[in-house]
């Protein structure tokens, strides 16, 4: 097929390329026929198999390659547009944009005016900070290159701060003038408890009104900012309110502090020998308590000498169904004080946390018990009365039962009520009972108006002489009074 742009035969860069001759070469060849000044005509041929240019192929794959890197590039980059505190982030990775806020940041330009006229300090002399990484991170998730509508949006806002204490050293060193301390408030003990002392106020440059202006002038992508160096008042990091709860809490704890069995304060813990426990310091901004666990440990040694006790045996006296009528000796269950090797430390602890009741390692010894069975015989035969106690005879006397018609009762009872002293009868005499006998000591009633008591007037022991109540010597009803409580069985015979 003929070239329509190209002279008939003459060779094109396709030819040339093809069969590796050049038009010149061609020209010399036809002219070698003999053919000389005959004009030249193009005689098609059998064309010899030809080496296939692919220039066409490789351009293609060439711009498909640099749209698949577009593409592919597109997945990893910011929009365009995005500007985070102030710097245009767009077309970068996240890594790269983080770089790009936290250097901008850093080599922010603060310029101190009034006192500290022409004085400077960076960014990073502020110890300035602020979450580079995850605003970028944010950007990138919410304005990915890929995503055409989140191009060219509003500016990422960021959270910029200063570290209180880099900040204060750069401008102190900058206008020292402008610069007071302030005194915290803290807590001393006064010989019987904790109490606060007042804080006062300091000066400084205002931190938090430097934030604000540093901040405004990144949200317009400036890299310098102009701040007033002029004194504000600054509040101690302790304040009154913190030393005044501090000292309340010491006081609270103090008035519990001890070493404890259960529930039983067993070893309290004076407010002297605490405060040789406790300090108070200031630390990060807040007060904190320490003990001290070498002074502790000096109250530890002294525990098994006043915790350590052994049992008391419990003694009770009953009746015959048992029931307890009276408990001579209540029972006391002993203890054992046990490993106390780790208390110093542990208190110490507690305490700095603000509980000051240690609860020791205690281990109960029962106590036994044992139960009398106590009565009260009178024979009516013998003007006898007899006490025993689990059987077994304690003692016996001679008594004054009741006479006659006034013959005391016999049978079962038991004692019902003491006194102590008490008039006896009527002081009318003509009017029953027809005696009159004052101030009888050591009284138990035992059935309705009949008692064992105490007589002074007469001593005529082992004789019926009263109206039914069954008399002794005073100082006999005096021990028969203290050994029988109420309930204690009285068997009446003959």
């Keep these: 097929m003929t070239d329509l742009a190209t002279a008939a035969g003459a060779p094109t860069e396709e030819n040339a390329i093809v069969d590796g001759t050049d038009a010149n070469t061609a020209a010399e060849a036809v002219g070698d026929g003999g053919a000389g000044d005959r004009p030249v005509e193009w005689a098609p041929s059998e064309e010899a198999p030809r080496k296939k240019r692919h220039i066409g192929r490789w351009v293609g794959i060439g711009l498909g390659v640099l749209a698949l890197g577009l593409g592919a590039a597109s997945t990893v980059l910011i929009a365009p547009g995005t500007a985070i505190a102030g710097v245009q982030v767009g077309g970068m990775t996240p890594g790269a944009a983080a770089e790009a806020v936290s250097n901008h940041l850093n080599g922010m330009q603060v310029t101190l005016t009034g006192e500290g006229a022409g004085k400077r300090v960076t960014g990073s002399d502020l110890g300035l900070r602020v979450d580079a990484a995850k605003l970028a991170d944010k950007a990138f998730a919410d304005r990915p290159m890929w995503n055409i509508t989140t191009w060219m949006g509003a500016p990422v806002a960021?959270?910029?701060?200063?570290?209180?204490?880099?900040?204060?050293?750069?401008?102190?060193?900058?206008?020292?003038?402008?610069?007071?301390?302030?005194?915290?408030?803290?807590?001393?003990?006064?010989?019987?408890?904790?109490v606060a002392t007042p804080a006062k106020n300091g000066s400084g440059i205002d931190l938090k009104a430097l934030t604000t202006a540093i901040t405004a002038a990144a949200e317009k992508g400036q890299g310098s900012v102009s701040f007033p160096a002029k004194a504000a008042t600054t509040a101690p990091a302790i304040t009154d309110k913190d030393a005044t709860a501090?000292?309340?809490?010491?006081?609270?704890?103090?008035?519990?502090?001890?070493?404890?069995v259960g529930t039983e304060r067993t070893v309290p813990i004076d407010p002297a020998t605490a405060s040789k426990w406790i300090t108070v310091t200031p630390e990060d901004g807040k007060l904190t308590i320490h003990a001290d666990q070498a002074a502790i440990q000096k109250s530890v040694d002294a525990l098994p000498a006043l915790v350590n006790r052994a049992p008391v045996n419990a003694t009770s006296i009953v009746d015959s169904s048992g029931a307890v009528l009276d408990d001579v000796t209540p029972g006391v269950t002993g203890r054992q004080l046990g490993d106390?090797?780790?208390?110093?430390?542990?208190?110490?602890?507690?305490?700095?946390?603000?509980?000051?009741?240690?609860?020791?390692?205690?281990?109960?010894?029962p106590f036994a018990s044992t139960t009398l069975l106590r009565k009260i015989d009178v024979n009516l035969s013998t003007e006898t009365l007899t006490v025993t106690e689990n059987g077994n005879v304690v003692d016996s006397w001679l008594i004054s039962s009741g006479r006659g018609d006034f013959a005391t009762h016999t049978g079962s009872f038991a004692v019902n009520w003491k006194l102590e002293t008490q008039n006896m009868g009527n002081t009318d005499l003509t009017k029953a009972p027809f005696y009159y006998q004052p101030d009888v000591k050591w009284i138990m009633y035992f059935n309705g108006d009949e008692a064992l008591h105490g007589v002074y007037w007469h001593d005529n022991w082992g004789t019926p002489m009263s109206h039914g109540c069954v008399g002794m010597p005073e100082w006999r009803a005096e021990w028969l009074f203290d050994w029988s409580p109420q309930g204690t069985e009285v068997n009446v015979h003959y």
């Design 158 to 194: 960021a959270t910029i701060s200063l570290d209180d204490r880099a900040a204060d050293h750069a401008l102190r060193a900058q206008v020292p003038t402008v610069y007071q301390d302030a005194t915290d408030a803290t807590v001393a003990f006064n010989g019987t408890g904790y």
């Design 246 to 260: 501090t000292a309340a809490q010491l006081n609270t704890m103090l008035s519990a502090l001890g070493f404890y």
């Design 340 to 365: 106390v090797s780790g208390v110093a430390a542990a208190f110490a602890s507690q305490i700095a946390g603000g509980n000051g009741a240690f609860a020791l390692p205690v281990k109960d010894t």
